[in-house]
């Protein structure tokens, strides 16, 4: 059975840091590339980050760059969000997401965070900024 399940979420003050979590259960993720999206009360889901299996481009969304950090651990199936200087704005429901890495490097993960192109979804994890 495919899976992905996200952890790491929580409460936490403006300038704060989370690292988030997504592993994988019932495929390699080797072979996919991994997204992490958002979606915020009221507003639409967003491609915050996302990274090929192919040769390890990333795709961060504007909003995060510079303090957003993705990677992944293909031994142990996970991939990461570090998240630092975490703003309010930054408040809102995280899942992860794979598709099969069509080896295109950059143009892939590019269109997987822009156009939210994916096979599998996790549950999500909420993530509140706030003092």
């Known amino acids: 059975q495919v899976q992905l399940v996200e952890s790491g979420g929580g409460l936490v003050q403006p300038g704060g840091s989370l690292r988030l979590s997504c592993a994988a259960s019932g495929f390699a993720l080797d072979y996919f590339a991994i997204g992490w999206f958002r979606q915020a009360p009221g507003k639409e889901r967003e491609g915050v980050s996302c990274?090929?299996?192919?040769?390890?481009?990333?795709y961060y969304a504007d909003s995060v760059k510079g303090r957003f950090t993705i990677s992944r651990d293909n031994a142990k199936n996970t991939v990461y969000l570090q998240m630092n200087s975490l703003k309010p704005e930054d408040t809102a429901v995280y899942y992860c997401a794979a598709v099969v890495d069509d080896e295109r490097g950059l143009a892939t993960v590019q269109a997987m965070c822009l156009i939210q192109l994916a096979e599998y979804w996790g549950q999500g994890t909420q993530v509140t900024v706030s003092s």
């Open positions: 990274i090929s299996g192919e040769d390890g481009s990333t």
